[in-house]
């Protein structure tokens, strides 16, 4: 393997040494020395070989020779996706070995590629080869080339995946006939670098590549690639600049010599629809504008069912679920009217997991004997979190009460760089609609390009809120009584005693006169009217990271159904189906549902789209310049 810092002619000779062009079946030996044992000295001095004879014991004739190269089978056989020159030098070799030296190499070779093997600098070597027109050095580590080293016969010069930082190197002495230059998957920055693709440098330049690099400046590139009066060909995708709306037609109504851009025809059409852009390509604004649109999810739990019936000293649950992502944040910082911007989400100790297991048949039971019944959840106990004052059970350690504390789940925390938005917190239904729609606007594209290469992670987020009453019940007030002295303990008991009558004689009448059970019903679920609310508790769903990169290279949409794997199961199901059955076994007007049969798990999902605006026509362009004039 070639050491990382080789030179070009380095990459060269080893690449020679690789294909064995004198080594068995190539060259000469054993295998084929009559051909070449001359009878003359003409025939040595042209290097004819010497016709074949018939019979030649221990040797092998060039028919066999050829075929041992030709054969994908064959152990001597060129790797596949050998170039046509490797193919043409391993025959070669065998036909008449003796052309093969460093002469005909160079004066051969008018393709060169040396992709992959660690080249760091481009020698003067190069210039030994007289008649070479391409030359590619793709995916080395090459930061500049001294043009000086590069041959005048140069018509396509490749160099993808460097780590070039600037095309001036290029410009010391560039080959006056180049046709394409691919600078593509390099470090190219700032708006100098407009200066050095004109028609000064390459005046017959006819395909130029710039894709995925840090460009910005797009009017001020356009104006240097104006002076280029061959220029058919240009890609320009993937860099910052291209995420601007107004930029494929900016780009076509100011080349009109344009054939392609960014591998797109450019059709008689799109050139008549961005007719007159140039003119106004000083008042677009230089930013980006993407929409992101979040719809229903789908296939969420309803994580109530496995809650007890709240007792009269609570805790009462609600539950809700939102969904966010995170975003490259703008210097004006946005705000969504439906959630805004989430800068820290915290997320206790988690107490369950997402319900993908089998729910136990005792659940069913308990759930078909009544909903007072007490359902637990698949942990056991409830969560609780920090500082509720009603904490399963009381406990003086310290690593116990570490674990009731609070932590944040990577997953609810933004990347570097970004912040996190989430949608409108909404109650359980089979299907949650977002209705989230987002406008974001950013005027630094460098970021903006990383963002969208490193695409976004979206997550379903399900909060509890466990709520207690807000005045403490009569126990409690029986119990602090106890501390006081003399006639305040008297009139204590005094009390106690006339609530307890009060309530004796409530009782008889009850037992006189039966209440309905829906009242029964209404008053045993009736919440306290003042509540006091803990701390959110959080829990990821899903998580799930969103490819973005399409938007680079010139997609206008990405849409994508987020599948985050089992969350909903067919005993859940049937928890819930038998929970609505028993609110309607009053109701003989509707029929109660029936536990469903499939088997089939139903996985959470979300529908998000990010779309990038993008000008289609002049039109509406023109009425806004007429407005602002």
Known sequence: MQKPGGTLSAAVQEHLRRLCLREFPCGTGSWN??????????????????????????????????????????????????????????????QNPLVLKDTFFYSYFRSLRVVDKQ?????????????????????????????????????????????????????????????????????????????????????????????????????????????????????????????????????????????????????????????????????????????????????????????????????????????????VEDEEGERSTHGGVLAEIVKPSPSTEQLDEDIPEELFREAEDSPE???????????????????????DSAEELAKLRPRIDPRLCPSPGTVLFSTGREPWTDVIPCHYEMHHTLRDLVPLKAFLLAGTTVTIVEEKILAWPAVPPAVDAVLSSKSGKGEKDKKGQQDKDKKAKDRKDQAGKAEKEPVPKEQKASKKKELPKELRQDP?????????????????????????VCNFGVIRTLETDNLIALRDAKKNKNKKAKKAPEPRKSKTKVPASLDLQMLKESITSILPLQEMFKEVL
Do not use: M
């Open 33 to 94: 020395k009559s051909r070449f044992l001359p009878r003359t000295w003409r025939a040595w001095k042209e290097l004819v070989p010497r016709e074949e004879e018939a019979g030649n014991p221990g040797e092998e004739t060039v028919e066999a020779l050829l075929g041992l190269v030709r054969s994908p089978n064959s152990p001597w056989a060129l790797p596949e996706g050998s170039s046509a020159e490797d193919h043409f030098l391993k025959e070669l070799a065998i």
């Open 119 to 327: 080249v760091s600098l481009v020698d003067k070597g190069l210039l030994k080869f007289l008649n070479l027109e391409e030359l590619v050095l793709s995916a080395n580590q090459i930061k500049e080339i001294d043009a000086i080293n590069l041959p005048p016969t140069l018509r396509v010069l490749e160099l993808y995946g460097n780590k070039i930082s600037s095309v001036e190197c290029l410009c010391t002495r560039p080959p006056p006939h180049l046709q394409h230059l691919g600078l593509g998957q390099n470090k190219l920055l700032g708006p100098l670098e407009s200066l050095y693709v004109t028609a000064d440098y390459w005046p017959n330049l006819v395909s130029l590549d710039l894709s995925f690099n840090d460009l910005t400046d797009l009017q001020g590139l356009i104006a240097s690639l104006r002076t280029l009066p061959h220029l058919r060909v240009l890609v320009l995708q993937g860099n910052p600049l291209a995420l601007v709306p107004y930029y494929r037609g900016l780009t076509i109504d100011s080349l009109p010599q344009l054939c392609v851009l960014d591998d797109i025809t450019v059709s008689p059409s799109e050139k008549y629809q961005f007719r007159g852009l140039s003119r106004s390509g000083d008042l677009l604004a230089r930013e980006a504008q993407l929409v992101v649109t979040i719809g229903n999810v789908k296939g969420v739990l309803d994580t109530s069912i496995l809650d007890p019936e709240p007792g009269p000293q609570g805790p009462f649950i609600s539950y809700s679920y939102y969904v966010t992502y995170d975003f």
């Open 373 to 395: 019944s007490g359902l637990s959840s698949q942990s056991g106990e409830l969560e609780e979190s920090e500082g509720s004052g009603h904490l399963p059970r009381v406990t």
């Open 536 to 560: 959110p508790i959080l829990r990821v769903l899903g998580s799930g990271l969103v490819a973005l990169e399409p938007l680079l290279v010139g997609e206008p949409l990405v849409s994508e």
